[in-house]
C-alpha cells in the first residue's frame, strides 16, 4: 500500500460502517438478504446502548439503509448527536431470490449442491435467482463513492448489512471473495475505511469491538 506523504489526513473521508442489530427469533436458522425482517429486543437494545458512545464524535451525517433494522440503529446515532438520519436502499442487503425466507435444510434439499456452489464462487453465483457478491458491489460502491464526495473532509456513519460491508472490504484489499465469508462481522461492531482526495480507500479497521457487551460470539455469517 502506498504510503504517500502527500496525503493531508484532514481532507479525507472517513465512513464508519456499523451492523445493524439482532433480528427476531423466527429467523434464526434462516436466510432473509435483502428481506425487512424486525429486530429481537434484543438488537434494538444494542443501538440504544451503543448510540451515546458517538456523542461527542465528529461524525456529521447518519445513513442507513432503507431496511427497519438498520434504520433503527441510525435513528439511535442520530438522536444522540442531533441529526436527521437518511436512508438509501442501494446499501441494503443482498438479495437471495429463491433462498429468501428458507433454512439451509430447505435449501440444500431444493437445490442439492446450491449452498456449496455459493460458497465456492460468490462472486458469481446466481443459482438463487438473486444477487452476487458482483453484483451487489456494483449496487453498493458508486453509493459509496457519491458519500465520500459529498462528505470529502468529513466523518459520516451508515447502519447497514454483513454482506455489503464485506463486498466493500473484500474489494479494497483485494480479499478473494470465497475467502471474505470468513470475515467476521458481528451485530453492532465497526469497521471504519477512509478515502483519500486521490481515491485511494484505506481500511482501519474491520468489526472493531464496541463498548456494548454481547451475550454471545458471532460466528461469521455466511449467509444471513
Known sequence: MSTDSSRNPDSRFRIHLVRHGEVSAEWKGKIYGGLDVELSAEGKQRFVDLAPCAIGSPIRAVYSSALSRAIHGARCFAEVLSLEPVQDARFNEIDRGHWSGLSTEE??????????????????????????????????????????????????????????????????????EAESLLLMLSHGGITTLDRFHDGLWVVQSVNAPTPVPSTHLTLPTLLP
Open 107 to 176: 435449501i440444500e434439499r431444493r437445490w442439492p449442491g446450491g449452498l456449496e456452489a455459493y460458497k465456492a464462487a460468490p462472486g458469481s453465483y446466481l443459482g438463487h435467482g438473486g444477487e452476487s457478491f458482483d453484483a451487489l458491489r456494483e449496487r453498493t460502491l458508486p453509493a459509496l463513492e457519491e458519500l465520500a464526495q459529498r462528505h470529502a473532509g468529513e466523518e459520516v456513519l451508515l447502519v447497514c448489512h454483513a454482506q455489503v460491508i464485506r463486498v466493500l472490504v473484500s474489494g479494497f484489499l483485494n480479499i478473494p
